[in-house]
């Protein structure tokens, strides 16, 4: 009887302090090997659909196992962060997907995260624990709907019913036992197909399948060529870097609410800036402006790059 009520006691701390640091949803999975997710990956791999994202390939091992990332892990929480935005950019500027208008979530969830593990070790004891935002080889969209936050929509985004997919996913995984979340069970994207009729680039595949190589978020951000193959001009819409389309288009967000975060409060010129304003940017400009922004990804050159392939004047 002990051992239940501790049991609960953590899962109610855990599920508490999630919402005390702002975020929108908490769930909580056993950990163990995820071998479906693993052959999806291996599948996805060989297909080649990662484009030239290399880091992709690395380290299967441990994106497949929480127990290679932290010895002895047994459950893996996973939290979701809104960032849907209160301001939208202004007409005719270069678009730019929305978890970018503010500050880079690497930083601010990592922060989260750390004070959540501090939190823990000071109400239940030492744990041994790591959390993880999109930087590390985790799962966290498989982990996600194991934990009962959503199910993956044919965009290869998870869904969260009441929300939408505006937000991150950041996992934490610790080395205690706790009160398990049922897994999301069902798809309620049905016979839609609004996401795949909407890419421009066709990058969304039948079943779930996501052409990494050519999706325009891959070629404004993830390819650091010094150039985007000529027969995609014109492709891009009005996207310099990253792309919401596939997002923009899903009912289910119609549910999307503005994040509290102010962290992610939009900056001015990415709101207001006009294709000639981005163009005449001085390197020394963007490095000041955009120093804690997710475009420095993308560095100055890439932005120049980007510019050259949207629609807008």
């Given at each position: 009887m002990?051992?239940?009520?501790?049991l609960?006691?953590?899962?109610?701390?855990?599920?508490?302090?999630a919402?005390?640091?702002?975020?929108?949803?908490?769930?909580?999975a056993k950990a163990?090997?995820?071998n479906?997710?693993?052959k999806?990956?291996?599948?996805?791999?060989?297909?080649?659909l990662h484009?030239?994202?290399?880091?992709?390939?690395n380290?299967?091992?441990?994106?497949?196992?929480?127990t290679k990332?932290?010895?002895?892990?047994?459950?893996?929480?996973?939290?979701l962060?809104?960032?849907?935005?209160e301001?939208q950019?202004?007409?005719n500027?270069p678009?730019?997907?929305?978890?970018?208008?503010g500050k880079d979530?690497?930083?601010?969830?990592?922060?989260?995260?750390?004070?959540?593990?501090?939190?823990?070790?000071?109400?239940i004891g030492?744990?041994?624990?790591?959390?993880?935002?999109?930087?590390a080889p985790?799962?966290e969209r498989?982990w996600?709907?194991?934990?009962?936050?959503?199910?993956?929509?044919?965009?290869g985004?998870l869904?969260?019913?009441?929300?939408?997919?505006?937000y991150?996913?950041a996992?934490?995984?610790?080395?205690?036992?706790?009160n398990?979340?049922?897994?999301?069970a069902?798809?309620y994207?049905?016979?839609?197909?609004?996401?795949?009729d909407?890419?421009?680039?066709?990058a969304i595949?039948?079943?779930?399948?996501?052409?990494?190589s050519?999706?325009?978020?891959?070629?404004?951000?993830e390819?650091?060529d010094?150039?985007?193959?000529e027969e995609l001009?014109?492709?891009?819409?009005?996207?310099?870097?990253?792309?919401?389309?596939c997002?923009d288009?899903?009912p289910?967000?119609r549910?999307?609410?503005p994040t509290?975060?102010?962290?992610?409060?939009p900056?001015?010129?990415?709101?207001?800036y006009?294709k000639?304003?981005?163009a005449?940017?001085t390197?020394?400009?963007?490095?000041?402006?955009?120093?804690d922004s997710?475009?420095?990804?993308?560095?100055?050159a890439?932005i120049?790059?980007?510019l050259?392939f949207?629609?807008?004047?």
């Amino acid at each position: 009887m002990h051992q239940l009520n501790l049991l609960q006691k953590n899962t109610a701390l855990i599920k508490q302090t999630a919402k005390e640091l702002g975020f929108s949803f908490c769930g909580i999975a056993k950990a163990e090997v995820l071998n479906e997710d693993a052959k999806r990956l291996e599948a996805w791999l060989n297909k080649n659909l990662h484009g030239k994202m290399q880091y992709m390939e690395n380290h299967f091992d441990l994106r497949i196992d929480p127990t290679k990332l932290v010895p002895g892990a047994k459950s893996v929480i996973t939290v979701l962060q809104n960032y849907y935005p209160e301001q939208q950019q202004s007409a005719n500027t270069p678009h730019i997907a929305k978890y970018a208008f503010g500050k880079d979530y690497h930083e601010v969830i990592r922060a989260k995260l750390r004070t959540f593990l501090q939190i823990l070790n000071k109400e239940i004891g030492a744990i041994d624990g790591r959390g993880f935002v999109d930087s590390a080889p985790v799962l966290e969209r498989a982990w996600a709907v194991k934990t009962g936050a959503g199910w993956i929509g044919k965009n290869g985004n998870l869904i969260n019913k009441q929300n939408g997919s505006f937000y991150f996913i950041a996992t934490l995984i610790v080395d205690i036992d706790l009160n398990y979340d049922d897994p999301f069970a069902k798809d309620y994207c049905g016979t839609c197909s609004k996401c795949i009729d909407s890419c421009p680039t066709e990058a969304i595949e039948p079943n779930k399948q996501i052409n990494g190589s050519k999706c325009i978020s891959y070629f404004t951000i993830e390819l650091k060529d010094a150039l985007i193959p000529e027969e995609l001009k014109g492709k891009f819409k009005d996207w310099m870097f990253g792309c919401d389309i596939c997002q923009d288009v899903c009912p289910w967000n119609r549910f999307s609410s503005p994040t509290t975060e102010t962290s992610f409060s939009p900056l001015p010129e990415i709101l207001n800036y006009s294709k000639k304003q981005w163009a005449d940017l001085t390197q020394e400009s963007f490095k000041d402006i955009f120093r804690d922004s997710p475009l420095k990804r993308t560095k100055y050159a890439g932005i120049q790059r980007n510019l050259q392939f949207i629609q807008l004047k």
